[in-house]
């Protein structure tokens, strides 16, 4: 059984930075396709960035150069940094896996419907 914890989340200033964590258990996180999603109430969830088995990663285009994923294996951890926060960043920050079985993930695709497991969020607010 496949768990995601995020951490991390909390009140910041307008462009500050914030880390958030993700530890997964259950299964590890080196060979599953991981991501960060976010939604704001009554909006759909966006992609913000992932990190696939390969250690390629996609960006959203609002969060582009602005923020970094990174992983560790044998942590089984993901860790997004957000530099240069702004407010329409404020949102509930999911963490999410991908796992397509042994050969492991190596999909670029940041469509929420393809991850399957979810952890349960962790609030981020920019003012």
């Known amino acids: 059984h496949v768990q995601l914890v995020e951490s991390g989340g909390g009140p910041v200033q307008d462009g500050g930075s914030l880390t958030l964590s993700c530890t997964a258990s259950?299964?590890?996180?080196?060979?599953?396709?991981m991501a960060w999603f976010r939604q704001v109430p009554g909006k759909e969830r966006e992609g913000v960035a992932m990190i696939n088995r390969k250690g390629t990663t996609r960006y959203g285009d609002s969060v582009r150069h602005r923020f970094t994923i990174s992983k560790d294996s044998a942590r089984k951890t993901v860790t997004l940094q957000m530099n240069s926060l702004k407010p329409e960043d404020t949102a509930m920050y999911y963490c999410a896996a991908q796992y397509t079985g042994f050969s492991g993930c190596y999909s670029t695709d940041l469509d929420p419907t393809l991850f399957d497991h979810w952890g349960l969020g962790t609030q981020v607010t920019v003012s």
């Open positions: 259950g299964y590890g996180a080196g060979s599953a396709c």
